[in-house]
Nanobody
């Protein structure tokens, strides 16, 4: 069983930055691809970014390319999402997710492609 715990959410002004962390425990972190999704009340969960278990490939939603960066640190068993130039419309609950093993891009950009989820971190961007 894998446990994921997000941290780093909070309140930021429009144009500001936040870095989310996702601490992974229970199974070897290096065996898992990691993803970030976000969800607003009443809306579907939306793909944000993903990184393969090797760390060699990353994927981003078009809406965040050039502003968000996903990374992982095997020594700390943690994945990160650096978010810059945030806008009010990006006020959401952000979730990290883990998928075991090698995965295709198509598997990593949909929520159904993941095996484990964190509890979510609220990000609020004020205008």
């Amino acid at each position: 069983q894998v446990q994921l715990v997000e941290s780093g959410g909070g309140l930021v002004q429009a144009g500001g930055s936040l870095r989310l962390s996702c601490a992974h425990s229970g199974r070897p972190f290096s065996n898992y691809a990691m993803g970030w999704f976000r969800q607003a009340p009443g809306k579907q969960r939306e793909f944000v970014a993903a990184i393969t278990c090797s760390g060699s490939s990353t994927y981003y939603a078009d809406s965040v390319k050039g502003r968000f960066t996903i990374s992982s640190d095997n020594a700390k068993n943690t994945a990160y999402l650096q978010m810059n130039s945030l806008g009010p419309a990006e006020t959401d609950v952000y979730y990290c997710a883990a998928r075991f093993g090698v995965a295709r891009a198509i598997d990593l950009v949909t929520s159904s492609g993941y095996d484990y989820w964190g509890q979510g971190a609220q990000v609020t961007v004020s205008s």
